[in-house]
């Protein structure tokens, strides 16, 4: 976890670096101000939050005068916008003896099967039985590459033929969780996002075949945090086709724009469950506000 801290911080820390050094100066003046926001908004916080931050830092300041302790306060304002509240709890169990079925979507690329290995893998080592389901049968090299994942942790990987229906891979990954009587199955999916209507068709058909056999507990949406912008894009579309759960933000690692985890949660209203910190089998961790709101401040 400390790795993982400094990873991060070591990407992130800049923010809130900047931020102190501009809440150090003499005066804070309007100029001053407008550079935390400035600040904010390159890390992609968005404009309403960052409005609200700046907001609630200059009145404490105001009230609180010169005892207030700048760093702290910060702290407590950035960790507001977060939200500690939210319930970032994996839904990795089902109900009545049913497998718990996590269905994990986003673009190409975002890093949906590696996200799929990584959660694996920590489900393997709290003695957990998993079965995955390769039903993002648009890219060859993704059935491939969760076959690996699937041999490198030790479970079974469902495939079907290639170019065959992503809906009948995820029955039959389902299928074989409930026969089996396994805790979790993972389905990683296509993220073609040619039009919405054509993804509403894919996922909702791909939801509605599991579903027939047991209800998905989680729908994870993967988004790449480097993207920006962009992203909250995607993430708009896939929520308005699908019931988002959880999102798992990855490239974390990559990126200054921590800032993203604040919007991304405003926009859809769900919580960062996960975040990715890099490729590696062990580089995904639990999203705790506090812990990167603190990696944020470095
Ligand atoms: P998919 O198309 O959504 O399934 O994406 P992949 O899982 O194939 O990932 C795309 C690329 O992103 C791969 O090279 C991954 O190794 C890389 N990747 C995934 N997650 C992370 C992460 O958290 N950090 C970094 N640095 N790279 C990642």
Do not use: C, Y
Request: aromatic share 2%; glycine share 12%.
């Amino acid at each position: 976890l400390v790795r993982l801290r400094q990873r991060l911080s070591r990407s992130q820390g800049g923010l809130g670096r900047g931020l102190l050094a501009i809440l150090s100066r003499d005066r804070l003046d309007d100029d001053a101000w407008e550079d935390i926001e400035d600040t904010l908004l390159t890390a992609d916080i968005g404009v309403a939050p960052t409005q609200e931050l700046v907001d609630g830092l200059r009145t404490r300041l105001r009230v609180e005068g010169d005892s207030v302790d700048v760093r702290a306060a910060l702290r407590e304002e950035l960790v507001k916008l977060v939200d500690p509240t939210m319930d970032r709890t994996l839904k990795v169990s089902g109900a009545d003896g049913a497998p718990g079925v996590v269905l994990v979507v986003g673009v190409n690329g975002a890093g949906k099967t590696t996200t799929v290995g990584k959660i694996s893998r920590i489900l393997v080592a709290q003695d957990r039985s998993v079965v995955l389901g390769a039903a993002d049968t648009f890219r060859a090299a993704a059935v491939e590459q969760l076959a690996t994942w699937g041999e490198r942790v030790g479970v079974p990987v469902v495939r079907g033929p290639e170019g065959s229906d992503p809906a009948s891979v995820a029955f039959e990954a389902v299928k074989q969780g409930v026969a089996e009587d396994v805790d979790t199955v993972l389905v990683d999916t296509a993220g073609r996002l040619q039009n919405k209507a054509g993804l509403m068709d894919e996922l909702g058909k791909v939801k509605r075949v599991i579903e027939k056999q047991a209800p998905v507990t989680e729908v994870l949406l993967v988004l790449d945090a480097t993207t920006g912008q962009n992203g909250m894009v995607q993430a708009r579309v896939f929520s308005e086709v699908v019931d988002v759960t959880g999102i798992v933000l990855t490239k974390l690692d990559g990126s200054a724009k921590g800032g993203i985890v604040v919007a991304v949660q405003r926009e859809l209203g769900v919580p960062v469950k996960l975040v990715g910190l890099g490729e590696g089998p062990d580089d995904l961790a639990p999203f705790d506000a506090g812990a990167f709101v603190d990696a944020l401040l470095g």
